[in-house]
């Protein structure tokens, strides 16, 4: 059996309490501990609490006096693509806008076309490059979207790329109304069909939820309700991009149909956010996204947390409107941008972010029975990782109590 101590912490940051999601004052609760000290034994957390009151064992690891907390659970990211779209960010610097590319054939079409040219280990490969990426910022579990093939044989080569990628935790989700296809440009009843009747039933033993991109232009609320019904009917659990461009009754329906979660938000108004709180929907609010494409509509995140929703925050990485697998810039937005305080924004991308994939019993904060992934931050306060941006902050990553960087 391997045992072992961390020591010489300066903040111990648990995120510690109750057995949910956080809401409302609880999100700025983080159960620090200074001085502290946390004991791991066979890859889970056994003791945390002050240096005096433990014994310790023979193994130490010296934390060097700065910040131990849990690994960041990314809840939203699509890790597994081909190419990128650097030339598509030059195209918005220069002045177009998002649905001007995406109407010319670019966006996720242009993903979608190179994404299907490339081999599996192709993708892997690249996926292997992000995960190092993820890492380094301190994340130690993802949601991992597919959404790049939209056929049937290249969304499952992308799932099977999702479930070898290590030693991420990974949450694949299924996305294959993710956008029309070229192919079935003027046709979307017929690829829904497709998604439906084909897709569905032989990806629902690699996913664990099904997405939809739920906007007017794309997948319209009665078209995202089939899918989501069957995805149900198939055993998947619901995620959904809602609301991101304009507010056309996303939120509503992730709340009717059960949603674990409702993504974006940027444009939802208050009675989306009652149907949220009222239907126990969590949202996860990607302000990178936000901030890559040069808009100025954050979500309303001060709204929903006083409304007491359990919000998440994560990266949305993926190569056209968030490059980023960085949490910690993302924690700096949320500050700027949204009003969050440090604390709140430390819950919402740990312990709710592990919630809204289910796995709140066993990662998102350091308590006694969960799993040791757990990141030593180069920084004395908690703080400094919103207030230092730009920066990644991880010194030592460890995932299982095996140290990963």
Known sequence: MSTFAVVNISELVTVAGPARPRVRDEMRELGVIRDGVMI????????????????????????????????????????VFAGNRADEFEMRASGAIYQQIAAAGGGIRSTVRKTRAATEDELFAAASRYTQWFLYGGTTTIEAKSGYGLTLY??????????????????????????????????????????????LPAVSKLAEFCDIFCEPHVFPVDDARRVLRAAKEHGLKLRMHVDQIENSGGAQLAAELGATTADHLEHTGAAGIKALRDAGVQPVLLPGSVYALGSKRYPNARAMIDAGLAVVLAT??????????????????????????????????????????????????????????????????????????GIQSAEDVYIGGSRVI
Do not use: W
């Open 40 to 79: 791991v034994r066979d890859g889970i957390v056994t003791h945390v609490g002050p240096r005096r009151e433990i014994d310790l064992p023979a193994e130490i690891i010296d934390a060097g006096n700065k910040v131990v907390m849990p690994g960041f659970v990314d809840a939203h990211t699509h890790p």
């Open 154 to 199: 290249d969304e499952l080569k992308l799932l099977r790329v999702i479930h070898r990628i290590a030693p991420l935790r990974t949450v694949p989700t299924f996305l294959g109304a993710h956008e029309i296809p070229d192919e079935y440009r003027g046709r979307r009843d017929d690829y829904i069909k497709l998604v439906i009747h084909e897709m």
């Open 316 to 389: 949305d990485f993926n190569p056209g409107s968030s490059p980023t697998p960085s949490i910690p810039m993302i924690l700096s937005l949320a500050s700027t941008q949204m009003k969050m305080t440090p604390a709140e924004s430390i819950t919402a991308a740990t312990i709710n972010a592990a919630y809204s994939l289910d796995r709140g019993s066993e990662i998102g904060s350091l308590e006694p029975g969960k799993r040791a992934d757990f990141v030593i931050h180069d920084c004395a306060d908690h703080r400094e990782l919103a207030y230092f941006f």
